[in-house]
């Protein structure tokens, strides 16, 4: 099944200014079969809008509410279908969403602050407009996990276009690598892991875990929460993690370990299930000099050996070589993260690196360019780049476009699908809509004969 995230107006619970406002019984802005929708809800989620510097605006309460009407008419199909969300999941979700609001706030503490009231006590209070947007979401895939495009809707969907209408995609490229990261010897990491080792020491003598934490830790997404990760399961982590975390008992702290992102030492909170919920400090070690000459040296030498031996081709000693493993198994190659639902080579040429992009201008496609040292992210490496396609800038045409026209097709019947499942379910179920919203124009055609009749009566 093709999974298609919500596209309702994002549901936001835990900004500021929305978690001043209070829920109070004033008005009814909606009704859907037996559900309300509260004034105060569309009030909520408005605040939110506005807490994120955006303008006042009329035509957004109207959006709120439609989106909120069409998330009522989704759960009470999804009742009707059996379509059910796990309760681990809601948590799951509900811890995601407040560790991203910790880290907004700037720490556990000053949430609490803002909320006025204890973190749990706030999880309980929005845990059930959570499920039911989830809910809704599930809903929304089901009426579309059925649908697929031939290549013939495809050219339909493309001759149907006004051909001054065609869009213009950008010029792209087709871009390989082989990356060389400098890698410390064992003497080198030494200082590293006893750092991990003396941290984890200070905690076995009675230290506070979090506090170190947020002092020492070196992961930026969960050092401000004191190395909480919250729930998850065995595939989120690294293999070594997952096999301290999953091995562990509540309340242990493993041995200090190495991954790819560095030294670790975890603790378990709790175990629910497959699922873990931990804390961890990470010391990253630091590149080096000498580790960065000896990624250079080596990379100056696979150069070399491309250029002298024929036989070896790019996607063989990208294969062999190349430190990422993204591209490694992909032949080298570069994909398009943005078109998530193709991944395709073809890479806009805004979208590239800006580093990556100025070496690619300067060559010819089927070239390779010489090791160069790159920075990404803080973390330096040598690449050996390889130009292997350039598409100039041109009019949609089904021959260079087909994938991307595809997605288009498949959005067009998808949009269609949706907009019919819903004008069908309106005109099934008793929908009122309060008369302060009768001039939002979205909501054109909503109430329902039966919610006609009944307010005139």
Not at 34 to 47: M, R
Not at 72 to 81: E, F, S, T, V, Y
Not at 180 to 208: H, N, V
Not at 439 to 445: A, T
Request: charged share 30%.
């Amino acid at each position: 099944m093709r999974k298609i995230g919500i596209t309702f107006f994002s549901l936001i619970l835990f900004t500021v200014a929305a978690i001043a406002q209070p829920r109070t019984l004033d008005k009814i802005a909606g009704v859907v079969g037996n559900s309300p929708i509260l004034q105060s809800d569309v009030e909520l989620k408005y605040a939110g809008y506005l807490a994120q510097g955006n303008p006042p605006s009329n035509e957004i309460k109207c959006q709120i509410l439609q989106n909120l009407l069409s998330q009522k008419l989704l759960g009470q199909q999804a009742i009707i279908d059996s379509i059910v969300v796990k309760e681990e999941e809601v948590d799951n979700e509900v811890d995601r969403r407040m560790r991203q609001s910790i880290q907004r706030a700037g720490g556990q503490e000053r949430l609490e602050g803002f909320l006025g009231r204890s973190i749990l006590q706030y999880k309980d209070e929005v845990r059930p407009d959570i499920r039911e947007e989830m809910v809704a979401s599930r809903m929304r895939e089901k009426i579309i996990e059925k649908l697929n495009v031939t290549p013939q809707d495809v050219k339909k969907f493309y001759d149907a276009i006004p051909k001054d209408s065609l869009p213009t995609f950008n010029k792209e490229v087709e871009v390989g690598e082989i990356v060389f990261q400098p890698k410390l010897t064992k003497e080198e990491k030494a200082f590293y892991k006893q750092k991990a080792e003396d941290l984890r020491s200070r905690i076995k003598k009675g230290e506070d875990f979090a506090s170190l934490a947020r002092l020492y830790s070196q992961d930026p997404g969960s050092a401000p929460e004191g190395g909480d990760l919250g729930f998850a399961d065995r595939n989120t982590f690294v293999k070594e993690f997952s096999a301290y975390a999953f091995r562990l008992k509540a309340g242990e702290i493993s041995p200090v370990f190495e991954s790819d992102f560095g030294f670790h030492f975890l603790q378990v909170i709790e175990r629910r299930g497959e699922q873990v919920h931990t804390r961890h400090i990470l010391i990253v070690p630091a590149t080096t000099d000498a580790s960065l000459t000896r990624a250079k040296n080596l990379a100056d030498s696979i150069y070399n050996l491309m250029q002298t031996n024929k036989k070896i081709d790019f996607s063989s000693a990208a294969s062999y070589y190349s430190d990422n493993k993204d591209t490694k198994f992909n032949g080298g190659m570069m994909l398009n993260m943005e078109d998530v639902q193709n991944r395709t080579t073809f890479i806009p040429t805004d979208k590239l690196d800006p580093q990556i992009a100025l070496v690619v201008d300067t060559m010819k496609v089927g070239s390779i360019s010489k090791p160069q040292l790159f920075t990404e992210k803080d973390k330096k490496s040598y690449k050996i780049l390889y130009l292997k396609s350039v598409t100039d800038a041109h009019k949609a045409s089904l021959e260079k476009d087909f994938p991307k026209l595809k997605e288009y097709a498949y959005q067009s019947k998808m949009n269609r699908a949706v907009s019919e499942w819903f004008e069908r379910k309106r005109k099934e179920t008793f929908i009122r809509i309060d008369e302060g919203y009768t001039s939002c124009p979205q909501l054109k055609g909503w109430s329902t004969g039966a919610a006609t009749q009944a307010q005139t009566n």
